[in-house]
């Protein structure tokens, strides 16, 4: 220091080169060190925002995913309530069930179950084949479809859902949306197990498509550039910002993370986490995990934000760039003060220059003051140095209490141009900021921390307290008092069992934590819990009327500060309401918290009302079983006396149907009014319109006619006729689509039972299309015929030469048709007239099948049903995936007869069981072929499949199952 101050140089040039020197040191310390602080809370800031973020949207996935979890536990649980219920009656009551959850749920694709045959049908003795129901729409439609699966063995993923028997989410897939048009979509699927009799009997599942997590995902960008994404438990993409990567694995297109962190892995664990990794291009990003978890089986989803780190830092790039700005101009500004004062010091500087020697390396402690007072610039300038020296003195202290966390000590700088103090007051400033803005967050993350736990606890209350409504009321407020830390809490439900008085029922009243059971009703809209029903609004006051409430200790009792009543909605209908009393105020955030839960409770209350409502009917439903048991007996005798006339009228009813039914499938039937408007028709009269029956209802007789002055007298005469009571007789020939009809049409007036008036006119048609074209075919026949003649005088003479010839050739034919006949007589099927169906059929059920043995019967029967379905569709030209189900239909029943009469074979020791066994499994593998050669597109309406199917049905029906016939009898069949 002595040999810097010994250089030749001016004391203006030394001045201004230690001051500023030492300036530059101060600054690039305090300011490097803001700088510094500024980019870790830069940093730090980004990590918990961006976490809330992903946990945020993370629990709103998983609370979707876990509420349809919910409404499938609610159908699985529902078995036990009608296990008692005979099989039909629980059928047809689940599809009921199933049709309103699914009108209920937009977001499922399709509602379906699958019950194990071995647990409801005591004749299936294997451990595979199901009986399964779906539930789906189709042309905005709601549809059902009931079907037999696995009747030759469960599928791989079955057999694991077996094994496991728990709730649990699928692993996605691609699947086709619409069969004809082959459009995939990328789907889950959520299923819940029915047990019964403690085994494994089935499952409940939902098919759901990934398109709306997809745009949830999308939505997602705390920064700019932020990608998102959701990853399914073996680690494969759910939803991506960019679309073609769905359904795609993260170790293939993120290598560098998979590399670094262990992405895949880290998701299968269900870890949370905030990680700063480099991506492909070697950037560094922050990358964020929140796990999602659904159903009891221990396989998260992951969720994932990846953020560009100059995203991350752009504000605390800003500060520092801003901060060396300001550095900059105070160094500037201080040079600039420093070359003055030095300008202006005197060449006499004996008596400061111990004390500026000092000054010159900072050394300000212990220093006394100048005093000089000889009234000249001398004095000015120790004046200034005993100034210079108590504002270092100060701003050394200030800025030593602000590197110790000292915001709040006292300063004042030397003047409005203190440069270095101003900035040092500004500096505590921003510091004070950064600190309150950093205690605001770590009060409003206490909060969500708070409310997300609240709301994960009260799920784990609400699912398993969801069998009766008083355990849940007194378990969800009996929690949430002791949660909210208030005094008092009541839950009121909606009692809507008298629809025309609905009320608030109090279902638990709780008071430090004891139950007192009170018996409480208000109607919609009375007194405040009633208004907050009605208005479906929470309810929040301070100023508690003096005796609408009071809490009771052992000390007394007393008013509350607080009261909260809040609505439970679910789909905008109220279920409740919640009313809460406190001798302290209910936060804002806590009140939030209580309306988010009031939807989850107001959801779980209506499945609990719903269950207790089944359980109610179905009690009721028993009783009255017993109540007509007890009037079957009285009823029968009754009835015994009303038999003989009963049979009477039931013949002729069934022969007067029987007429309808048979003049129905073969005429056209029209009704009409007086004025010739259609009042009815028949469903053939439709087909032949090719529109519907309610489309044609309300029509005129004369629509479509283009009449003439003459045809129309003529009509107007035609239907006076009518109007008199006279009969009319038409041949008209009909022009629908490009294609020629010829009609017979009878007209007859119905008159009424008082009086021989007609009221209305009765049209019966008869298709003689064939007829007609017969008779123009026996015309021109008639014209051939006559050219023939010509040729055949012409060769009359040369026929009876060959006259011998000719009769030879006949008698030759009758000897070959009479061995063709003696063969055939020794073929399954004696001739084609015996097979084949009436009307649309493809085989009807005749006398020759029948065994004696009504379980084979039955089965024999639904099997030549869906034959004739399966027929009836290729006949109609139904569209592919219906006639595809309806083969897939006759195959699986086909599959379950043979294998339930194969059983009784083998269990009755049939000696031809083997060869029995071995023409099913030919024909399975003939239909097999059938349906795989349908799919290619290589089948056509009545083909050689078809006409073989029936043959073999006809031959296995009427001979093959007589051979066991015996034998079934002996063993009590």
């Not at 205690?439 to 993350?445: G, N």
């Not at 309406?941 to 015996?966: A, G, T």
Request: hydrophobic share 40%; charged share 25%.
């Amino acid at each position: 220091m002595g040999c810097f101050m010994k250089l030749k140089m001016s004391i203006n040039a030394k001045m201004l080169i230690y001051i500023l020197s030492t300036s530059i040191v101060i600054f690039s310390f305090v300011f490097g060190f803001i700088s510094y602080r500024t980019r870790l809370l830069a940093i730090a800031d980004a990590e918990k925002y961006v976490s809330k973020v992903g946990d945020g949207y993370a629990t709103k996935i998983e609370k979707d995913l876990s509420e349809k979890m919910t409404v499938l536990n609610t159908l699985a649980e529902a078995f036990s309530v009608y296990d008692g219920m005979e099989e039909t009656e629980w059928k047809e009551l689940f599809l009921k069930m199933y049709f309103k959850v699914y009108e209920q749920n937009p977001d499922f694709y399709k509602l379906w179950d699958s019950w194990e045959l071995k647990q409801f049908d005591p004749n299936w003795t294997k451990d595979y084949g199901r009986y399964a129901v779906s539930v789906f729409k189709q042309n905005g439609q709601i549809k059902k479809s009931i079907s037999l699966r696995s009747v030759d063995g469960d599928s791989e993923k079955y057999l694991q859902i077996k094994a496991l028997a728990c709730d649990m989410i699928w692993e996605p897939y691609w699947d086709n949306f619409i069969e004809e048009l082959e459009e995939k979509k990328y789907m889950t699927s959520l299923s819940s197990p029915i047990f019964r009799n403690n085994q494994f009997a089935g499952i409940v599942a939902a098919d759901i498509l990934m398109e709306k997590f997809q745009k949830l995902v999308s939505q997602i960008e705390p920064y700019k550039n932020t990608t998102a994404f959701l990853v399914s438990n073996e680690g494969v993409f759910v939803g991506h910002h960019k679309s073609d990567l769905i359904g795609k694995p993260v170790s293939v297109n993120y290598p560098e993370y998979e590399s670094q962190i262990k992405l895949s892995l880290l998701i299968k664990k269900g870890e949370r986490g905030v990680y700063w990794v480099n991506d492909n291009k070697n950037q560094r990003v922050l990358l964020v995990l929140a796990p999602i978890h659904v159903g009891e089986l221990n396989a998260p989803w992951g969720l994932g934000l990846i953020i560009p780190a100059n995203q991350v830092l752009i504000d605390a790039n800003r500060i520092q760039t801003f901060s060396i700005l300001v550095a900059f101009l105070g160094l500037l500004a201080l040079s600039f003060i420093i070359f003055i004062i030095s300008r202006n010091i005197s060449i006499s500087l004996k008596k400061t220059t111990h004390i500026l020697e000092k000054l010159s390396v900072g050394d300000i402690v212990g220093i006394e003051d100048l005093n000089i007072s000889t009234g000249d610039e001398m004095e000015l300038m120790a004046n200034s140095v005993n100034q210079l020296k108590a504002g270092l003195n100060k701003t050394s202290n200030f800025a030593d209490q602000i590197g110790k966390g000292n915001l709040n000590a006292e300063f004042n700088p030397l003047s409005e141009k203190d440069v270095l103090g101003n900035s040092l007051i500004e500096m505590r400033k921003s510091l004070k900021h950064a600190d309150e803005e950093d205690l605001k967050r770590k009060i409003e993350d206490e909060k969500l921390n708070w409310s997300t736990h609240g709301l994960a606890k009260f799920s784990e209350i609400l699912r398993t307290n969801s069998r009766n409504i008083e355990e849940l009321s007194f378990n969800i407020l009996s929690n949430l008092i002791n949660y909210l830390e208030v005094n008092q809490g009541a839950l009121f439900v909606i009692d809507d069992s008298n629809e025309n008085q609905i009320m608030l029922e109090l279902k638990s009243a709780i008071a430090y934590g004891r139950d007192k059971f009170l018996k409480k009703q208000v109607g919609i809209g009375e007194e405040l819990v009633g208004r907050c029903a009605f208005e479906k609004k929470t309810i929040y006051m301070t100023d508690i009327p003096e005796n609408y409430i009071q809490i009771t200790s052992g000390m007394g009792t007393a008013n509350p500060r607080a009261l909260l009543l809040v609505p439970l909605i679910l789909n905008d209908e109220s279920f409740g309401v919640i009313e809460l009393a406190s001798f302290h105020p209910i936060e804002k955030y806590q009140i939030e918290f209580i309306e988010k839960l009031g939807e989850s409770i107001a959801s779980t209350i209506a499945a609990v009302k719903v269950n207790e409502k089944t359980t109610k009917l179905l009690e009721q439903s028993k009783s009255q079983s017993e109540e007509l048991a007890a009037q079957e007996e009285e009823m029968r005798q009754n009835l015994e006396e009303l038999q003989a006339t009963q049979e009477e009228a039931t013949r002729r009813e069934f022969e007067m149907a029987g007429i309808v039914k048979a003049l129905g499938t073969t005429a056209f039937i029209v009704e009409y009014d007086l004025e010739g408007t259609v009042l009815s028709c028949n469903q053939k009269y439709a087909e032949m319109l090719g529109i519907s029956q309610d489309q044609i209802v309300g029509q005129k007789h004369s629509q479509g006619f283009d009449f003439t002055i003459e045809m129309k007298a003529n009509y107007n005469l035609f239907w006076g006729d009518l109007r008199r009571g006279l009969q009319k007789k038409e041949v008209n020939r009909i022009l629908i689509n490009n294609k020629e009809f010829w009609v017979e049409e009878t007209y007859t007036p119905i008159t009424g039972q008082h009086d021989d008036k007609p009221y209305k006119i009765l049209k019966i048609g008869f298709d003689i299309t064939g007829q007609k074209l017969k008779e123009q075919q026996m015309i021109g026949q008639e014209i051939e015929i006559k050219k023939e003649k010509l040729l055949l005088n012409e060769y009359q003479t040369r026929l009876v030469e060959l006259q011998d010839q000719l009769t030879e050739l006949k008698n030759n034919k009758v000897e070959q048709t009479t061995e063709v006949k003696d063969a055939s007589l020794s073929k399954p099927i004696s001739s084609d007239i015996l097979i084949k169906g009436t009307n649309d059929n493809l085989l009807d059920w005749i006398p020759a099948f029948e065994t004696g043995i009504a379980e084979m019967d039955e089965q024999h029967k639904q099997l030549i049903t869906l034959a004739n379905q399966m027929f009836a569709s290729f006949k109609l030209d139904k569209n592919k995936k219906e006639i595809k189900e309806n083969i897939r239909s006759f195959m699986d029943f086909a599959s379950y007869h043979f294998g339930n009469e194969e059983n009784y074979l083998e269990k009755f020791n049939f000696e031809f069981t083997k060869e029995h066994s071995a023409d099913h499994k030919q024909f399975i593998k003939t239909l097999s072929q059938f349906q795989k050669d349908y799919a290619a597109n290589k089948i056509k309406f009545l083909d050689h499949s078809m006409e073989s199917i029936k043959k073999w049905l006809f031959h296995h029906f009427s001979e093959v199952d007589k051979k066991y016939i015996p034998v079934f009898k002996e063993n009590g069949m």
